[in-house]
């Protein structure tokens, strides 16, 4: 059973920067960031395999967002710059035992952190 714990969520204003955390149990899955506004469907943001081969970004993340993981701290990242108001969404971490880019490609699920872009 692998166990997600997202942090570092937050509020703050447009053009600000924001990291989130996702401390994890897993290893040798691809790990992802998700989000969800609210009444919206869950949105992929990134991901990347436990091993960092490899990176993958959706359309809200690309030239903005960062993702990284440290095997040393079971810790996987997302560090966002630039955000907007269209990014206030609740950010899920999740992993998977396959690459994807879908919420079904994805077996397990952190509980969530907020992020509010707000002036």
């Known amino acids: 059973q692998v166990q997600l714990v997202e942090s570092g969520g937050g509020s703050v204003q447009p053009g600000d920067s924001l990291g989130l955390s996702c401390a994890h149990t897993?290893?040798?899955?691809?790990m992802a960031w998700f989000r969800q506004a609210p009444g919206k469907e869950r949105e992929f943001v990134a991901a990347?395999?436990?091993?960092?081969?490899?990176?993958w970004y959706g359309d809200p993340a690309k030239g903005r967002f960062t993702i990284a993981i440290d095997k040393t701290k079971n810790t996987m990242y997302l560090q966002m710059h630039k955000l907007k108001p269209e990014d206030t969404a609740i950010y899920y971490c999740?992993?998977?035992?396959?690459?994807?880019?879908?919420?079904?490609?994805?077996?397990?699920w952190g509980q969530g952190t907020q992020v509010t872009v707000s002036s």
């Open positions: 897993a290893s040798t899955y691809v």
């Open positions: 990347i395999t436990y091993h960092s081969e490899g990176t």
């Open positions: 999740a992993a998977s035992g396959r690459w994807g880019t879908s919420t079904n490609d994805y077996d397990y």
